[in-house]
């Protein structure tokens, strides 16, 4: 059920997942109430936690571009799809080391950074996500990796990014070639599909029914925050929203992150839950 943001009953908000691109900034500028309304969240003492589906930027990355718009965060409160990547590499697969990245410096660094060795020597799982000087080199490292047994994880599956001119083929269209080469299929953590959001969740430490995601799109915040059980609050500052009947509606939509009532939502509960 969809309400707007007149007369609202907000259910309790303890943790809040957000969105970055068209919610928090639109490309180079900061979309103001958003700004405001996370430092004032955080006066609140409401933990938040970014989480993007961009590859291509380190958490410190986004950190220097929130302080640089007023809002200072810990780089900890950023969930990129590489560190996702990585950190889904270290949990479902503790005994795999050697890792094949085609992506962005930020996606290698990510891998080293839990302690994976990225190399092309017989690796154990390839990671794909937005490689700008991607090659049909690497693409054939991959490949036979993947058919060799490797372990086969994309970024994230958006197949097209608006660029300052038109469009640019996104990690998903090269992940695409690739899993139709193998004919494997490969895990994708970002958004639509949740370990992002789980990530962010554990890093919030917050229980996911006082948890609510925010988005300014549909088919991947709104999806990923819905298939996580979280609430979801679609702020419509981004792309324009489009219907679609068979995906999840989001539960508020909000022209601003002004309309969101945390604080009121939480001086109704006394007792504060912590994980
Ligand atoms: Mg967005």
Known sequence: MVSTSSAVNWPPIDGIISDLDGVVYRGSTAIADAIEAFA?????????????????????????????FGLAIAPSQVVTSAITAAELIRTNYPELTKVYVIGAPSLVT???EVGLEVTDRSPEVVVMGLDRDI????????????????VFIGTNPDLLLPTANGFEPGAGATI????AATQVQPSIV?????????????????NRASTIMIGDQVPTDIQAGKKAGLATVLVTTGVPMRQDPSQMAPDFIVSSLRD????????????QRRA
């Open 40 to 68: 004032r969240w955080r006066k609140a003492g409401v933990p938040f936690c970014f989480v993007t589906n961009n590859s291509t930027h380190t958490p410190e990355d986004v950190v220097r571009k929130l302080t640089g």
């Open 110 to 112: 990510a891998m080293r």
């Open 176 to 179: 695409a070639a690739v899993a």
């Open 190 to 206: 970002g958004k639509p599909h949740v370990p992002m959001i789980e990530t962010a969740l554990s890093r919030l430490g917050t």
């Open 135 to 150: 090659t049909h080199e690497k693409m054939r490292i991959a490949v036979e990796a993947i058919l060799n047994g490797a």
């Open 260 to 271: 969101i009532e945390v604080s009121a939502a939480r001086a109704a509960r006394p007792q």
